[in-house]
């Protein structure tokens, strides 16, 4: 993954569309081709593999490596975004959900162990992608929501997938939702001034329960199961609230920490072997 990039410049004002939607494409093109693998419209060989999913990926690592090329790191952190969501925490949020719509888990049928752990494995993923956020984004802490929406936008869009059987076109449809929601909200983050970038991200959060309430795929309480299975998913779902809130704040702590690093590192390299052993 990239390393921690230097503070970008003062921006001289809005992007144009064009450069907007050139920003958006790592997101948008994700939700294209996954709505289009979970459409099921392109014949494609019976191998028993993932094919749509593997060209959803083969197609992010190239993007990856172009970004790397022209020396795009905000490009290459949401192409990086979008293959960590679409190869690890969709996979994880995805048995999870299927899990908590086993009949009858709850604690005391000693059926939730293995809900328990997987949703404590997700939240630990989650966490790590979420302090990688923050490292990436020390040049421009106030897009940081921007990047990390997202992965906070895939938690409520794969537990709201309806069915017990969540496969590979339930999955797909859910990142296409989830992508074409969070690259509209970097297009118009691009258009819009510093401070206005964390409130887009929190309406187009808010915007996505309203889409899938519509849709009738809002992630509901079951009400034939114990507490546990309930319990898990809204932990879930405050924790992608409360990562994209906080993400521009660990940003900002992460440039302050590298700043208090740099600051400190000169000295303790000029130091010679006779200073060494001096405290």
Excluded: H, K, N
Excluded at 50 to 65: F, K, M, N, S, W
Excluded at 117 to 146: F, H, K, N, Y
Aim: charged fraction near 10%; avoid cysteine.
């Amino acid at each position: 993954m990239p390393s921690r990039p230097r503070r970008a410049p003062e921006s001289a004002g809005p992007a144009g569309a064009a450069s907007a939607l050139a920003a958006a494409a790592p997101l948008l093109v994700t939700a294209l081709l996954a709505a289009i693998g979970a459409s099921g419209v392109l014949p494609l060989p019976e191998t028993g593999l993932p094919i749509p999913t593997l060209v959803v990926v083969a197609v992010q690592i190239v993007g990856i490596v172009l970004a790397r090329e022209l020396d795009l790191d905000r490009w290459r952190r949401l192409w990086w975004m979008a293959l960590a969501g679409t190869a690890m925490l969709l996979p994880s949020l995805a048995l999870q959900a299927a899990l908590s719509r086993t009949p009858f888990v709850s604690w005391s049928s000693g059926s939730a162990g293995a809900l328990v752990w997987v949703t404590l494995g997700t939240l630990v993923l989650i966490g790590g992608m979420w302090v990688w956020t923050a490292t990436v984004s020390t040049d421009q802490p106030e897009r940081a929501a921007l990047v990390w929406l997202p992965a906070a936008l895939l938690v409520p869009a794969v537990l709201g997938s309806p069915g017990t059987d969540l496969g590979e076109p339930a999955g797909l449809l859910a990142l296409a939702i989830a992508f074409a929601l969070a690259g509209a909200a970097v297009l118009l983050g691009e258009l819009s001034p510093p401070t206005a970038l964390l409130p887009i991200a929190v309406v187009t959060f808010v915007a996505e329960l309203a889409l899938l309430l519509v849709l009738g795929r809002l992630p509901a309480l079951a009400t034939d199961q114990g507490r546990v299975v309930p319990a898990l998913g809204v932990l879930l779902l405050l924790a992608a609230v409360a990562t994209l809130v906080a993400a521009p704040l660990a940003a900002l702590a992460a440039r302050r920490f590298g700043d208090l690093v740099d600051e400190v590192t000169p000295v303790y390299r000029g130091r010679g072997p006779r200073d060494a052993g001096r405290r």
